[in-house]
């Protein structure tokens, strides 16, 4: 802290400052040059971004979509309709007649799954819980086992992993063919014999819950695995004290095995009103413990279970499984699919549904019928077999599917041009059009399918791109001729002080005015455009009487003030389009080897892409240090004559400071001289 004055009286402090005003002048300058050259290097930018939109535009107008838009018309929409893409050429296609539609292959149960259809079952509930409603004469009997489901992720490396079974549970791999395992999706081919080897498309599924794989799956895989074991083993300690304990559904009374610490319990009895059964001690009767719903899995204790308590379940579960496979444009596509008999008949349906089958199932509770319809039309097996099959005890006895017909899964027959032919689909795609069969007819009133260029949509797209050329060379027109005002410099910290906030503003907008007028690499890129569209196209593609753009109606505004905007006869632009689309098209987009070959579009990329890339070299990107552009070398030269100069005025500032010290030493000490004599004259 530097106190000044004292002796002499004076605000040296003021003093100081103004002094050093004067020597800050040039520093200043510096500081205006560098706001200067970062106000152009931004200007750039600005330029640069609105070359970089532009050339996407360019991108967009090369693609064959613009100038290739099709439509299509119909005699007849009620029985024909077609959409054509851009890829499709103008022609006429004669639908003379529809013999057949495709159809999708349905498989429909012949009678109903319901024992009486005066109480039939109810879908929403458990299969278990309704056998009596079920159709007992079908031959239909559940196993008994245990059906899990386990979806593992696989970490990269590995080629064995574990479906983490309890302690008493193995798979029962006699019924490897009903279960499945998945590998992101893909069936993999069950082998229970440990001494096969395997292929790529094969694992092998151990009494233990095992898996293992010829090689390592990729990281993050997903395994999901549907299973079979023998039974059930249900393990807990309670951690609070418990009334309640739940176990899975649709038991097999004879099979539970109950642990409550030490004391072994099993089912005693039929079940009462409410579908519970007793559970005693084994051995003693007479000793109950509480009960059990055998078709839910519910245990209630008849007192509370203390915390820490161990609990132990062994049980067998009743379940079944079918498969349906399903002919499709893909292949035979088949699913296994397992079913716990606590499930319902809507759980299961939904299961189907949810599946790669193919197929959509469906149960009608007014016929008590099933259906099994294929999500694809067509046949693909050419008459010579079924296009949908549901086997298994489930499909076959349960479901009623045993003897069921199959119907529909034929292909769409008709001519087209006088040739006959046949689709899997109603709507097909044929050399870029896409029909849509509505109905069979063969009266003889040929259906007539026009595909033709699409004039206004093709007019919209060029039109488009015009006016984003517009846009662009308004915009740098208007920069390149900016006013540019000299007596307008950055401001200074103290100008700003002494300027309000609008007065700043406005200061400020005369000081960026025309920092880029008469730009050298924005004129070039400006004139460079204009030449690109107004030089004929020399290309055998383009018919002589539409090489330019003035031959199809696009020219420039009279006003030269604008720039060379383009303006469009909207009139002969649309009868340009409609007498030679092709000629149309190859003047934007045309290849070459010399300019004057080029298209339109081929020209101003290569003449944008240069504008960019001298914009680049002067003023950088977001991406860029200062050492890699013109610009920014200045910036950085500037920055280290800031830095010399502000150290200078450190030095300048503790000169001044040192002087006025001297002198304000030197008064001091002129002052005691003076005390001291007065004092001696006054004696």
């Known amino acids: 802290m530097r106190i000044g004055g004292l002796a002499s009286g004076m605000d040296i402090d003021s003093i100081v400052g103004e002094l050093m005003k004067a020597q800050r002048m040039p520093l200043d300058k510096l500081k205006q040059k560098r706001q200067v050259i970062e106000w152009q290097r931004d200007?750039?930018?600005?330029?640069?971004?609105?070359?970089?939109?532009?050339?996407?535009?360019?991108?967009?107008?090369?693609?064959?979509?613009?100038?290739?838009?099709?439509?299509?018309?119909?005699?007849?929409?009620?029985?024909?309709?077609?959409?054509?893409?851009?890829?499709?050429?103008?022609?006429?296609?004669?639908?003379?007649?529809?013999?057949?539609?495709?159809?999708?292959?349905?498989?429909?149960?012949?009678?109903?799954?319901?024992?009486?259809?005066?109480?039939?079952?109810?879908?929403?509930?458990?299969?278990?819980?309704?056998?009596?409603?079920?159709?007992?004469?079908?031959?239909?009997?559940?196993?008994?086992?245990?059906?899990?489901?386990?979806?593992?992720?696989?970490?990269?490396?590995?080629?064995?992993?574990?479906?983490?079974?309890?302690?008493?549970?193995?798979?029962?791999?006699?019924e490897a063919s009903k279960m499945s395992v998945k590998v992101n999706g893909a069936a993999y081919q069950i082998v229970t014999d440990p001494a096969a080897t395997l292929t790529s498309n094969q694992v092998l599924l151990g009494t233990d819950g095992s898996l293992t794989f010829s090689n390592a799956l990729a990281k993050d895989s997903s395994i999901k695995v549907d299973y079979i074991t023998d039974q059930k083993v249900t393990s807990n300690t309670l951690t609070a004290e418990t009334s309640e304990w739940q176990l899975g559904g649709g038991i097999t009374g004879a099979s539970l095995s109950l642990q409550v610490g030490t004391a072994s319990y099993v089912t005693n009895g039929a079940a009462d009103a409410e579908g519970f059964t007793q559970l005693v001690a084994n051995g003693d009767p007479t000793t109950v413990l509480g009960k059990i719903n055998l078709d839910t899995g519910k245990v209630v204790f008849n007192e509370p279970q203390a915390v820490g308590t161990e609990l132990s379940a062994t049980y067998k579960q009743q379940y079944s499984a079918f498969n349906i496979t399903s002919q499709t444009s893909k292949g035979a596509v088949s699913e296994n699919f397992l079913v716990a008999s606590s499930e319902s008949l809507s759980q299961v349906v939904s299961k189907v549904n949810s599946s790669n089958a193919g197929v959509s199932m469906f149960y009608d509770s007014f016929s008590d019928k099933v259906s099994l319809t294929r999500k694809e039309t067509g046949d693909f097996l050419a008459g010579a077999g079924n296009e949908i099959s549901a086997t298994g005890t489930f499909a076959a006895d349960l479901l009623k599917f045993s003897g069921s017909t199959e119907t529909g899964g034929q292909n769409a027959i008709f001519t087209i041009n006088g040739l006959q032919t046949e689709r899997n689909t109603n709507t097909f795609t044929m050399d870029g059009v896409t029909f849509t069969l509505k109905q069979t007819f063969t009266d003889g009133n040929a259906v007539s399918i026009n595909v033709s260029n699409d004039t206004t949509k093709v007019f919209d797209n060029i039109k488009g791109f015009i006016d984003k050329y517009n846009e662009l060379i308004d915009k740098i027109s208007k920069k390149t001729s900016e006013e540019y005002y000299r007596s307008y410099s950055p401001l200074t910290d103290q100008q700003r002080e002494d300027l309000s906030d609008k007065q700043q503003e406005k200061w400020e907008e005369m000081a960026k005015s025309g920092l880029l007028r008469r730009d050298p690499i924005l004129s070039q890129a400006l004139s460079g455009m204009r030449s690109d569209f107004y030089a004929p196209v020399q290309n055998a593609d383009v018919n002589p009487l539409f090489n330019q753009l003035a031959s199809i109606g696009i020219k420039t505004t009279a006003n030269y003030l604008e720039g060379g905007k383009l303006q469009i006869d909207e009139a002969k632009l649309k009868k340009a389009i409609e007498e030679d689309p092709t000629s149309v098209e190859n003047l934007f987009r045309a290849t070459g080897t010399t300019d004057s070959e080029k298209g339109i579009l081929h020209r101003l990329t290569d003449t944008t892409n240069e504008a960019m890339n001298k914009l680049k070299e002067r003023a950088g990107n977001t991406f860029s240090t200062n050492q890699q552009f013109m610009l920014g070398r200045q910036l950085s030269n500037v920055d280290k004559q800031i830095n010399r100069f502000e150290d200078r005025m450190k030095t300048v500032e503790d000169r001044y400071w040192r002087q006025f010290t001297a002198m304000e030493k030197a008064i001091q000490k002129a002052n005691s001289q003076s005390s001291y004599l007065m004092q001696q004259f006054s004696m």
């Open 43 to 174: 200007d750039y930018r600005s330029m640069n971004s609105m070359l970089l939109n532009f050339r996407q535009e360019l991108t967009n107008m090369k693609l064959s979509t613009a100038y290739r838009a099709r439509t299509t018309s119909s005699t007849n929409t009620d029985r024909v309709t077609a959409t054509a893409s851009s890829a499709a050429s103008q022609s006429s296609y004669s639908i003379s007649r529809v013999d057949q539609l495709a159809s999708a292959a349905t498989r429909i149960t012949n009678e109903g799954i319901s024992a009486d259809s005066t109480n039939k079952i109810d879908a929403s509930k458990s299969l278990y819980s309704q056998q009596a409603k079920l159709d007992s004469t079908s031959g239909f009997t559940w196993s008994e086992g245990s059906v899990g489901s386990k979806t593992i992720a696989a970490d990269g490396t590995s080629t064995t992993f574990s479906l983490g079974l309890n302690a008493g549970e193995q798979i029962l791999t006699a």
